[in-house]
T-cell receptor
Framework: DTGVSQDPRHKITKRGQNVTFRCDPISEHNRLYWYRQTLGQGPEFLTYFQNEAQLEKSRLLSDRFSAERPKGSFSTLEIQRTEQGDSAMYLC????????????FGSGTQLSVL | GIQVEQSPPDLILQEGANSTLRCNFSDSVNNLQWFHQNPWGQLINLFYIPSGTKQNGRLSATTVATERYSLLYISSSQTTDSGVYFCAVELSGSARQLTFGSGTQLTVLP
C-alpha cells in the first residue's frame, strides 16, 4: 500500500497561467476525490469520480476548473487562467467500499498564484 | 447546506492529559469521519463512525446520530497528537460529498 500520491508538492505560477496537478490513488480504490483547503479552514469538496465517471461537482468549481480520470486510475485537475484566489492546497483522496469509504488523503499540492 | 461545528476551536494540554473534542451537525448524516492533520499538513483518517463507539489505542470516538453530535476522546496525550482535528460528515442523500468542520487546533506541551 503506497498511499495516495500527488504531484507536484508545490506550484508557483503567475496569474493567467494554466496549471495541472496529478493524483495517483491507492491502487484498489475505485473512488477518487478532489478537495481544496485554504489556511485555517477545513477542506472543501470539489469533485468526485467513481472509476472514470465524474459523478459529482461542487458549485464552487468554476468553468476554469476541469478534472479527468481517463482510465479509472490516476486523475488530473487543471485550472485555466489562474487567479490569486485560486491559491490553496489541493488535496486528492481515494476510497473503496471495502473500507466503508474511509477517505485516504495525499499530501496535497500547494498552489501559489502571484 | 449542512452545518458542522467543532469545539473547542483551540486546546492546549500538558502531555499525559485527556481531552474531548466535539462535533455538532445540523442534519441527518450517513457518514461521519474524524481526521488528524499533522503539522506538516498530512490528513490522517482516524475513524469512520456514522454511529456507535469505536476505539483505536488511545483514541476513541462516539457518534449519537439521533442527537447529531460526535465526540473524539484522546487519552494520555502525547506531543505527536498535536495538530488539527477535523470532523467531516456526508449528508444523507448526498453522493460522497464530505463537509468538514473548521477543526480543533490541539497543542500538546512536553
Amino acid at each position: 500500500d503506497t498511499g495516495v500520491s500527488q504531484d507536484p508538492r508545490h506550484k508557483i505560477t503567475k496569474r493567467g497561467q494554466n496549471v495541472t496537478f496529478r493524483c495517483d490513488p491507492i491502487s484498489e480504490h475505485n473512488r477518487l476525490y478532489w478537495y481544496r483547503q485554504t489556511l485555517g479552514q477545513g477542506p472543501e469538496f470539489l469533485t468526485y469520480f467513481q472509476n472514470e465517471a465524474q459523478l459529482e461537482k461542487s458549485r464552487l468549481l468554476s468553468d476554469r476548473f476541469s478534472a479527468e480520470r481517463p482510465k479509472g486510475s490516476f486523475s488530473t485537475l487543471e485550472i485555466q487562467r489562474t487567479e490569486q484566489g485560486d491559491s490553496a492546497m489541493y488535496l486528492c483522496a481515494s476510497s473503496t467500499y471495502a473500507t466503508n469509504e474511509k477517505l485516504f488523503f495525499g499530501s496535497g499540492t500547494q498552489l501559489s498564484v502571484l | 447546506g449542512i452545518q458542522v461545528e467543532q469545539s473547542p476551536p483551540d486546546l492546549i494540554l500538558q502531555e499525559g492529559a485527556n481531552s474531548t473534542l466535539r462535533c455538532n451537525f445540523s442534519d441527518s448524516v450517513n457518514n461521519l469521519q474524524w481526521f488528524h492533520q499533522n503539522p506538516w499538513g498530512q490528513l490522517i483518517n482516524l475513524f469512520y463512525i456514522p454511529s456507535g463507539t469505536k476505539q483505536n489505542g488511545r483514541l476513541s470516538a462516539t457518534t449519537v446520530a439521533t442527537e447529531r453530535y460526535s465526540l473524539l476522546y484522546i487519552s494520555s496525550s502525547q506531543t505527536t497528537d498535536s495538530g488539527v482535528y477535523f470532523c467531516a460528515v456526508e449528508l444523507s442523500g448526498s453522493a460522497r460529498q464530505l463537509t468538514f468542520g473548521s477543526g480543533t487546533q490541539l497543542t500538546v506541551l512536553p
